[in-house]
């Protein structure tokens, strides 16, 4: 609820109305209004800011879709939210829907493979766990992929897969006479888990360490952990970017309603 009477006259907020209905501090709302989140405050004719209901909207839209996405991308997409069709707009907002799903997809298929890499290190016995960990059938993947098909699957640069190899996180399990990779299904696991583990923060040596310990109990239930907690962010992130779809729809119905300023 935003305060307002449709049809009422609509009494004009003050910087510290906003930023005690918002929860956002009075140099906060200036910056955001600076930076585009919000529109241009009115002025009063001794030069005060006069915001309104749309203001407030437009800023609790950021601070769901800022946990959902970051504050940066956050700032860039309502800025651009204005200026947009409703179409482009509601296109913009769906997008950080799909790529949270995606992303939770992707934790999974992570989760699947360590657990995967488990099960072989288990049957191989303690006698040879370790050396060709997650070796087996990956549901849903062929026998080979192409350095190219693993980054499309994985949604980063081929130039990634490359950066890790040289840094000892994943390698490929043939490379032809034309020096093409081609990864396996050990090696297609490695990388869904490198993936996931990156997303969730973790910094290059890290995830080497954690990589070279996937054959010991320990360094599984690590790994495990990482996941699980990397799913739980994802679920937040996604409650607070459904909690701003009000406000997110009435930022862009707003846009093309000027009376609503």
Excluded: K
């Amino acid at each position: 609820m935003d305060g307002s009477v449709s049809g009422a006259p609509q009494t004009p907020l003050r910087t510290v109305d906003v930023a005690r209905a918002t929860g956002y501090s009075l140099q906060q709302v200036r910056d955001l209004e600076r930076l585009g989140v919000i529109p241009p405050a009115a002025r009063s004719s001794n030069g005060y800011r006069c915001y309104a209901p749309i203001h407030l909207r437009a800023l609790r839209a950021y601070r769901g879709l800022a946990g959902a996405v970051g504050p940066v991308e956050a700032r860039q997409v309502l800025a651009e939210l204005r200026t947009r069709t409703v179409a482009e707009a509601a296109s913009a907002i769906n997008e950080a829907h799909v790529r949270l799903a995606r992303e939770r997809a992707e934790a999974l298929r992570a989760q699947r493979a360590l657990e995967a890499i488990g099960a072989e290190a288990d049957r191989a016995g303690p006698a040879h766990q370790g050396e060709h960990p997650g070796e087996g059938v990956d549901e849903g993947e062929g026998d080979w992929m192409t350095i190219t098909e693993l980054a499309g699957a994985l949604g980063v640069r081929p130039s990634a897969l490359r950066f890790w190899e040289q840094e000892g996180l994943v390698a490929p399990e043939r490379v032809t006479s034309l020096r093409a990779r081609r990864y396996g299904l050990p090696a297609i696991r490695a990388a869904r888990i490198v993936v996931a583990l990156r997303s969730a923060g973790y910094g290059v040596p890290a995830v080497r360490e954690t990589m070279a310990s996937l054959h010991r109990l320990d360094g599984l239930d690590e790994a495990r952990d990482v996941l699980s907690r990397r799913l739980d962010q994802i679920a937040v992130r996604t409650v607070a970017l459904l909690q701003a779809g009000p406000d997110l729809a009435g930022v862009v119905t707003s846009a093309h309603e000027p009376e609503a300023l």
